[in-house]
């Protein structure tokens, strides 16, 4: 199986600059990733603030241009494409974002905003507007509605809008970073849902950049954890949140609130990515740093499910994720909603 | 010394704003009670008028705001100026975003120190000592060292540790922390979420805990407040709520929190959004969104009614089954 975007070795840092314009450092904001994504997955890329999946989405898509390593769409390399070349090939990758009221223009109606990329790209000349229709019925909105502003809407609304604008294009491949992460938890599990249903019907590729690993559990098929600008494991989404196999994903998991009281795992914050930490970036924190730790940097190790952990084969075997109560009442009473909003 | 066993209690508490707009009922007959050493979690999605409740409580709403209703802080009944009066010393309240809370001209042992000689006479050097103790006693390592630092020099999880000694440094009998964790990266929450609870159990505080999320709840809190436009949904101790939720509302907002230790093939999606609260709808808030509404319904506010001991609901159609057999 070929995968449909894969990246090998990508580094981006970002200078900082003194007063007078003389880099002093550098933000290692990826530093070395190297991910695939295969076609009809979702592939979920987690962290903490500063941990460079952000960059690391923008980079996936040449939004920014990586310092070094490489980049290949179906087997085409993305970086060796002319900016024409590159506009073509955007047409079927997409970014949504986090913040549905920074990512639509006020300026444009709704049925502006979604048929500019059908303009762009040439897509259905001359019915565009009942192609907008049709993708604002697909995200659950009324066709009636093309004609209002962004403002008129509520944040879910404009995630949908949003997703509608992404939709235009085609694309095969929609990259999502934190898109609902700013909602209220009703309407994010209308967009969880509306998005997983999308991801499924249309057979989208998808590659979900969240902090929230309960949204992460229901959706994604596989999971890359990031620590300060690297991947320190990734590996089939079950397999990794049963067993965790870096002695970071095991505190990262064991921090998600709702699972019963557990001694924080973890001590202090993360460290500046300015500065990363000598050998295993983790070892500051780590529980079960060796003095090899902070020498030798470890490489991602394993078949498909893989650690970058010096130690991760003598570990003591991590706590197991105790999936909750199955609740028959519950939900009983939880399908009413479900009935209630079925198209 | 008063007779009460409850911290703080409020009773029959309400807020309207005057705006351009017209009036906005903002929270309508909230009462509730913490006993000392305890949490009250009060949850809800924005605009349930968590937020704006502990903020009458603490008397820190913008002069356009009404408020209504009563707060006793330990039977002492507390009034505008009482509410000043008694904030920073008896009552104290954490936010979620530090930095706002901080001045950014000051070092963070001098706010701290500041802090402690508004409300105690005591000398800038006894209070920079004690300002440092409470650095140490909230886990900032070198303590010292940190207590000269500015706050834009101090990370995210290390500004809220200083607002949490900031609000410590009175022994308050009262502490709201208003989305505490909420800015912070999930390893740094649980460490502060830990933090919070060992004080609480060590200075017997009553917490009042404001968030809208579940799964910090279900870790930390003993008792649970779910708000729902402005007005009480339901009320239980923390288990029972978990375990046999009575209203609607948060029925389906238990479903519709995704669970690291639940994969489900969809969340339970609540239809359509808040109401506006210019416009409230004439009968249950909750109605226009609620698979098990019928007519009567929307006829008039439900009572907040108790359904067991210590679990009330404000629902007609609780207990479901019954309702649903019926």
């Not at chain 1, 980049?71 to 900016?83: K, V, W």
């Not at chain 1, 079960?288 to 003591?316: I, K």
């Not at chain 2, 001991?309 to 089954?321: F, V, Y």
């Amino acid at each position: 199986m070929t995968a449909l975007l894969e990246a090998k070795g990508l580094v981006r840092h970002f200078p900082i600059r003194d007063a007078l314009g003389r880099a002093k450092g550098a933000v290692r904001a990826v530093d070395g990733v190297s991910l695939f994504v295969y076609r009809g997955e979702v592939l979920a890329v987690v962290g903490e603030s500063g941990c460079g999946k952000s960059t690391l989405g923008r980079l996936l898509l040449r939004l920014i241009e990586p310092d070094s390593g490489t980049l290949h769409f179906e087997g085409e390399d993305l970086r060796a494409l002319s900016a024409s070349a590159l506009r073509k090939r955007r047409r079927r990758m997409q970014l949504i974002f986090q913040d549905p009221f920074g990512s639509l223009d006020p300026r444009m109606t709704v049925e502006a905003a979604i048929a500019e990329p059908l303009k762009l790209h040439g897509l259905h000349k001359g019915r565009e507007r009942e192609r907008v229709a049709e993708l604002l019925s697909r995200v659950g909105l009324r066709p009636e509605l093309a004609r209002r502003w962004p403002h008129e809407f509520s944040g879910g609304q404009r995630q949908r809008i949003a997703i509608a604008r992404a939709l235009a294009s085609e694309p095969e491949l929609i990259i999502g970073d934190e898109p609902v992460s700013a909602l209220d938890v009703s309407v994010q599990a209308q967009v969880v849902n509306l998005l997983a249903g999308l991801i499924k019907e249309l057979g989208l590729t998808f590659i979900l950049i969240s902090h929230d690993l309960g949204v992460v559990r229901q959706v994604a098929d596989r999971v890359a954890v990031m620590y300060l600008g690297k991947i320190v494991e990734e590996g089939a989404a079950e397999a990794l949140f049963r067993n965790p196999r870096h002695p970071y994903t095991r505190a990262l998991l064991a921090a998600v609130p709702g699972q019963g009281q557990k001694p924080a795992m973890l001590e202090g914050d993360i460290p500046s990515p300015v500065a990363p930490p000598s050998g295993c970036r983790f070892h500051t924190r780590c529980p079960f740093a060796q003095p090899y730790c902070r020498e030798v940097e470890p490489e991602l190790d394993g078949l498909t499910h893989r650690a970058a952990c010096h130690f991760q084969d003598s570990l003591p075997p991590a706590p197991p994720l105790r999936e909750a109560e199955p609740d028959a009442r519950l939900r009983h009473l939880q399908s009413f909603f479900d009935r209630e909003t079925t198209p | 010394m008063s007779a009460t066993p409850w911290a703080l209690e409020v009773e029959d508490l309400s807020i309207t704003f005057r705006t351009d707009r017209g009036t906005l009922r903002a929270v309508e007959g909230v009462s509730f009670r913490v006993a000392p050493g305890r949490t009250l979690a009060i949850v809800g999605e924005s605009g349930c008028g968590k937020s704006v409740t502990s903020l009458a409580v603490m008397g820190l709403l913008a002069p356009n705001a009404r408020v209504g209703g009563t707060v006793r802080l330990a039977g002492q009944p507390l009034d505008d100026a009482g509410r000043r009066a008694a904030r920073g010393r008896d009552m104290a309240m954490i936010f979620q975003e530090p930095m706002t809370s901080l001045n950014p001209a000051f070092t963070a042992g001098d706010q701290v120190a500041e802090a402690i000689r508004a409300h105690e006479g005591v000398s800038l050097r006894a209070a920079t000592e004690r300002a440092i103790a409470l650095f140490e006693r909230v886990r900032i390592p070198e303590a010292a060292r940190r207590a000269r630092q500015y706050p834009h020099q101090l990370s995210g999880g290390m500004r809220q540790r200083v607002m949490i000694a900031m609000a410590l440094a009175c022994r308050p009998k009262l502490l709201i922390a208003d989305e505490p964790t909420t800015a912070l990266d999930v390893t740094v929450q649980a460490q502060i979420l830990a933090l919070l609870d060992e004080l609480k159990r060590e200075t017997g505080t009553a917490v009042v805990l404001i968030t809208h999320d579940l799964g910090v709840v279900r870790d930390h809190a003993e008792e649970v407040l779910v708000m729902y436009a402005g007005r009480m949904a339901e009320q239980a101790p923390a288990a029972r709520l978990f375990d046999r939720p009575e209203h609607p509302y948060t029925i389906g907002l238990l479903g519709a929190a995704p669970r690291l230790d639940e994969k489900r093939g969809r969340l339970a999606s609540i239809p359509g959004t808040v109401p506006d609260l210019y416009r409230p709808p004439p009968g249950c808030r909750f109605a226009p969104r609620c698979p098990f509404s019928i007519a009567a319904c929307d006829a008039g506010q439900p009572e907040f009614r108790p359904l067991e001991e210590a679990h009330r609901a404000a629902c007609i159609r609780a207990p479901l089954e019954a309702a649903l057999a019926a």
